[in-house]
């Protein structure tokens, strides 16, 4: 039972165009999303998340929207720049509860940046 | 500066096999985390830790176990290797509930 889901496997985007990146979540309880970048043959890094009190939140480049009642969030990249080449991965906890740190991962997203 | 390590980064083992793989940060964080990459499967939590001698069976902890006998050591230990446990382990830590997690570059496991 994926409690994480990103349902597109891959995507491919132009330089300078916008790249949106899914996730769909089913955990009523999650309270904290998070957005993280792998690189092949390393180690994945936080990239940016938001809290269920927001419903947006910006760093630079990238924008996270969280849509509760659908239990939806997405990635904004603009404009997509080919260094963004990467896989994806959405992840939530449930930090209401006993303050768990938990992560439950989606199964990721490959980002295709063209030139 | 502060760091998470694993070692090794690459490892080859025959099946029914003893492994160890080593997570070690200098971040003095409190929470561990271990969890195993497989095409299809994204990343999933196989054991965890909130504190010395705190162990904790993720999702996937079967033919696993940790122990944390220090803040900074985490070791995955793998009690008889199996084929269906060759993938790419990662250790991750955060400070507290509110920090993210920090992962390690990845051990890649292949069990013959």
């Known amino acids: 039972d994926q409690q994480v889901k990103q349902n597109s496997p891959s995507l491919s985007v132009q330089e300078g165009r916008i790249s949106i990146l899914n996730c769909d979540y089913t955990n009523s309880m999650f309270d904290y999303f998070l957005w993280y970048k792998k690189y092949p043959a390393e180690g994945p890094t936080f990239l940016i998340s938001i809290s269920s009190i927001k419903d947006k939140n910006e760093d630079g480049r990238f924008t996270v929207f969280l849509n509760k009642s659908a239990k939806h969030l997405s990635l904004h990249i603009v404009p997509s720049q080919p260094g963004d080449s990467a896989v994806y991965f959405c992840a939530a906890s449930a930090l209401g509860q006993g303050g768990s740190e938990k992560l439950v991962f989606g199964k990721g997203t490959k980002l295709t940046v063209n030139p | 500066d502060a760091e998470i390590t694993q070692s090794p980064r690459h490892k080859i083992t025959e099946t029914g096999r003893q492994v160890t793989l080593a997570c070690h940060q200098t971040?003095?964080?409190?929470?561990m985390f271990w969890y195993r990459q497989d095409l299809g499967h994204g990343l999933r939590l196989i054991h965890y830790?909130?504190?010395?001698?705190?162990?904790n069976k993720g999702e996937v902890s079967d033919g696993y176990s940790v122990s944390r006998s220090n803040t900074e050591d985490l070791p995955l230990t793998l009690e008889s290797a199996a084929s269906s446990q060759t993938s790419v382990y990662f250790c991750?830590?955060?400070?507290?509930?509110?920090?993210?997690?920090?992962f390690g570059p990845g051990t890649r496991l292949l069990v013959l």
């Open positions: 971040w003095n964080h409190n929470n």
């Open positions: 991750a830590s955060s400070g507290d509930r509110t920090e993210t997690q920090y």
């Open positions: 830790s909130y504190g010395v001698h705190d162990t």
